[in-house]
DNA sequence: CTGAAAGCGCTAACAG
DNA sequence: CTGTTAGCGCTTTCAG
């Protein structure tokens, strides 16, 4: 019987409807011999317990939301991925959401999750300044939500970092043992955290170190092979050429290491490139790409796990994770070669 | 307000609660003044609709469900981008599941998508013998879903197609145009549709070209790099090795990259590589990998087209939808060289 | 065009 | 341990 309710197993099984959604939910001690004829009638029936009417009641859902630029990329795909699986283990699913950082797209599926009553929102926005969430988070502060890798002004929210100061001084420190002085710096959207981070970072090894600023070996634009490409053949074509590129995300690297390779500059002979997120992209190029590593599947892991405890009640003041990035090394880098 | 019900909503504009419904789902003609009336009411409240409740009444959810092996893997990340894009256009949102092929961890998901009654599931196990996909196709032969790139034997549903014996076969009249006589074929996990169609069309072009088959040149394993980088090492070795590889995907093909370059056999001068999918990684190795593309986006597409047409009853018999793979020529394929 | 009333299928007191 | 009852918030006849 398709559609069975617990009216019809209550019947079948000769109990009530509440000995059925007691032995449904687990929700207090029911006479075994009761037990088995629901569950036996369960079985029969081949009825299938329709959790929108228990949602509706209990006021959960168990669905996530996951609100990201776009699954087809890598670093937000492996994110995506352990969030999905922490998930799962805790019995929530997820709904997917691609914005490609558009903030309209994004309020949209915002507004349809909430009217979905899904029970809390992952964010992977990268935008600092996202007016999205700040609304969300003043209409609602005590909604569960986690912001992964980034911060939104004047919002104290479950936020999952991980630390780019540390990332940034880690990869500049490498650079500068092989005796590169000469390092140019690609970073990726300015508007975002991880942009500007880094760019500090960077800025800030420079001054502690005694090393000369220059202001032509910065660019930065998008996450993307192009602008890595781009902003790298501009680099090399520069009349004193950086001996090292730092760049802010794989994919800029990626772009760098195919300008480098059309110009004829070998890696890392004459030209050493640095990537950031360590991807599965990472280890395919040719030469495999050193970069620092975030550890993109703890970061979706902890985030969801941080809404679950909020959800769940578990937690209630806001929670800042930040994990630690690690130096990868690969073929890509190698000592300055006079 | 938060949490207001359209009971507020109603005393507010000084309607009925029908009233309201009415123009939440413009079901029916509404006198203008009333309509903005309610209108300004629900701004005035914060009202949210509750889509538990609504969808407890319509028996449509508007969500779908993604079965799908590893959203990390980026064949599977494109095909998921165009699902959920093709969902959002259409007002549906999609709860995607990671399954690693495993049969129990599907079964489970497709268990619970059910319960919270979601409106379809697209699905893209590759296994040929699915019983989870048998057993809901004959408990529920009308449920709509869709599977894309395989098929499920006795199980006439919906499906996606990409015609593996035409991608082969222009796989391998390119190769041998080259003048490839000896070309290795590596496939990945043999139960699936994908490998036994293009070992197949390998073996048939074979045949009908009057080329010697030796079973030496075939394997098998799994759709990963590291099988083909195995696999591609046990060819290579071989006293006779194959001048070509062959790989049923992209990844087996950076294996095979990657066991050559290690070898010291160069590609394409000693080597031709060629893969299968034209995933994103395939522009980014080196030599950038020849290969046949799937139209990944289109296959996402349509297969979301396909159950949301079900699911709205606009169609009721199944539709097998074939797609055409195309070569696309890149840089590990070459000539061979005498 | 509008309102009253009857559910959708389930959970959660509450009384027994 | 079990049944009764009152909703959860909405859609949908059915009268009017």
């Given at each position: 019987?398709?559609?069975?309710?617990i009216?019809?197993?209550?019947?079948?099984?000769?109990?009530?409807?509440?000995t059925?959604?007691?032995?449904?939910?687990?929700?207090s001690?029911v006479k075994?011999s009761?037990?088995?004829?629901?569950?036996?009638a369960?079985?029969e029936l081949?009825?299938?317990?329709?959790?929108?009417?228990?949602a509706?009641?209990?006021?959960?859902?168990?669905?996530?939301?996951?609100?990201?630029?776009?699954?087809a990329?890598p670093?937000?795909a492996?994110?995506?991925?352990?969030?999905?699986?922490?998930?799962?283990?805790?019995?929530?699913?997820?709904?997917?959401?691609?914005?490609?950082?558009d903030l309209?797209?994004?309020?949209?599926?915002?507004?349809?999750?909430?009217?979905?009553?899904?029970?809390?929102?992952?964010?992977?926005?990268?935008?600092?300044n996202?007016?999205n969430?700040?609304?969300?988070?003043?209409?609602?502060?005590?909604f569960?939500?986690?912001?992964?890798g980034?911060?939104?002004?004047?919002?104290?929210?479950?936020?999952?970092?991980?630390?780019?100061s540390?990332?940034?001084t880690?990869?500049?420190?490498?650079?500068?043992?092989?005796?590169?002085?000469r390092?140019?710096?690609?970073?990726?959207?300015p508007?975002?955290?991880?942009?500007?981070?880094?760019?500090?970072?960077?800025?800030?090894?420079?001054?502690?170190?005694?090393?000369?600023?220059d202001?032509?070996?910065?660019r930065?634009?998008a996450?993307?092979?192009e602008?890595g490409?781009?902003?790298?053949?501009?680099?090399?074509?520069?009349?004193?050429?950086?001996?090292?590129?730092?760049?802010?995300?794989?994919?800029i690297?990626?772009?760098a290491?195919?300008?480098?390779r059309?110009?004829?500059?070998?890696?890392p002979?004459?030209?050493?490139?640095?990537?950031?997120?360590?991807?599965?992209?990472?280890?395919?190029?040719f030469?495999?790409?050193?970069?620092?590593?975030?550890?993109?599947?703890?970061?979706?892991?902890?985030?969801?796990?941080?809404?679950?405890?909020r959800?769940?009640g578990?937690?209630?003041s806001?929670?800042?994770?930040t994990?630690?990035?690690?130096?990868?090394?690969?073929?890509s880098?190698?000592?300055?070669?006079r």
């Amino acid at each position: 019987m398709a559609g069975a309710t617990i009216y019809d197993v209550a019947k079948k099984a000769g109990v009530s409807i509440s000995t059925v959604s007691r032995v449904l939910n687990n929700s207090s001690r029911v006479k075994e011999s009761n037990r088995e004829r629901v569950l036996q009638a369960i079985e029969e029936l081949g009825y299938e317990r329709n959790l929108l009417a228990a949602a509706l009641m209990k006021k959960n859902t168990h669905t996530l939301g996951l609100i990201i630029a776009d699954i087809a990329n890598p670093f937000y795909a492996e994110i995506a991925r352990a969030v999905e699986d922490k998930a799962a283990e805790n019995h929530y699913n997820v709904i997917v959401c691609n914005t490609d950082n558009d903030l309209k797209k994004e309020a949209a599926y915002i507004t349809i999750l909430r009217q979905k009553r899904i029970d809390g929102i992952i964010f992977t926005t990268p935008e600092i300044n996202n007016h999205n969430i700040k609304k969300l988070y003043q209409e609602q502060p005590d909604f569960p939500m986690v912001l992964i890798g980034s911060r939104i002004e004047g919002c104290t929210i479950d936020t999952v970092l991980v630390d780019n100061s540390l990332g940034t001084t880690e990869a500049m420190q490498y650079l500068t043992s092989l005796g590169h002085r000469r390092i140019g710096f690609i970073y990726g959207l300015p508007s975002t955290l991880s942009s500007k981070e880094r760019l500090t970072g960077y800025l800030n090894y420079l001054v502690d170190n005694g090393m000369a600023r220059d202001n032509k070996l910065i660019r930065g634009g998008a996450f993307k092979i192009e602008n890595g490409y781009q902003k790298a053949r501009e680099l090399l074509q520069l009349e004193d050429p950086p001996t090292a590129i730092f760049a802010a995300n794989d994919l800029i690297a990626i772009g760098a290491l195919e300008a480098a390779r059309e110009m004829g500059i070998e890696v890392p002979g004459e030209l050493s490139i640095l990537g950031y997120d360590n991807t599965s992209l990472a280890t395919i190029t040719f030469p495999r790409l050193t970069c620092v590593a975030q550890p993109m599947a703890e970061m979706g892991a902890r985030a969801a796990e941080m809404v679950i405890e909020r959800i769940q009640g578990r937690r209630s003041s806001p929670k800042v994770v930040t994990l630690l990035p690690r130096l990868v090394i690969r073929d890509s880098t190698g000592p300055l070669r006079r």
